[in-house]
Each structure stands twice: as C-alpha cells, then as structure tokens.
C-alpha cells in the first residue's frame, strides 16, 4: 500500500504563486516517476508536470512551462510543485501521484499512473 498526501492549495489572486507538496507514505523505488496531475470542473484529468524518481528529470505540460517547476526531496519522499504566475485558468484540484516503470511503459505524461493522492484544491481569482 503507497499512500500519498498533498498539501498547499488554497485561494490566491492571478499572478500569484502557491506551492504545493506531496509525501509517500514508502521510499519510492528508483523506477519510479512522481506526477502532479489537474482536474477542473466539467474537465477532465489532465497532466501538469512529472519527475523521475532516480535522476530527477522532469516533464511539463505546455500550460504550465516556464511557470511551474516540479522538484523532489528525496530525504523526505516528497515531491513539489511551485507554482508561479497563477490565472484564472489553472484553477482545478491538484492531484499527486506515483507510477512504476513509468518510462519503461510509455506513461510519463499520461494520467495511468498507479497510486493516487486525494488532491488539494486551488482556486486562482481573477
């Protein structure tokens, strides 16, 4: 059992910044890919940026490139997402998850990842 927990969404103006975090509840293996993912209302669940595990390479979604930086502690097992230069737009629950084997089976940027946390709103006013 893998248990992730996000943490620090909120309410912030456009052009603001949030930051969001994420722990596992186990050492993620090195094949591992930590993703954070996005659903908005009426939308579907959309890719927003990942991480390898092991040589921390990292992936974004067009949206958000140049805006948001994902990063990883791997002392504490958690995964951010600094978030910069908010809109309106990129309101959704935020939600964090893991994936095995990841570039081996082709699904970085996809949403078939294999372990999910809850999400954590966030809400960027206009």
């Known amino acids: 059992q893998v248990d992730l927990v996000e943490s620090g969404g909120g309410l912030v103006q456009a052009g603001g910044s949030l930051k969001l975090s994420c722990s596992v509840s186990?050492?993620?293996?090195?094949?591992?890919?930590m993703g954070w993912f996005r659903q908005a209302p009426g939308k579907e669940r959309e890719f927003v940026a990942t991480i390898t595990w092991s040589r921390g390479k990292t992936y974004y979604a067009d949206s958000v490139k140049g805006r948001f930086t994902i990063s990883r502690d791997n002392t504490k097992n958690t995964v951010y997402l600094q978030m910069n230069d908010l809109k309106p737009e990129d309101t959704a629950v935020y939600y964090c998850?893991?994936?095995?084997?990841?570039?081996?089976?082709?699904?970085?940027?996809?949403?078939?990842?294999?372990?999910w946390g809850q999400g954590t709103q966030v809400t960027v006013s206009s």
């Open positions: 186990r050492d993620p293996f090195s094949d591992w890919a």
């Open positions: 998850a893991a994936a095995y084997s990841a570039v081996t089976r082709g699904i970085l940027t996809t949403t078939q990842y294999d372990y």
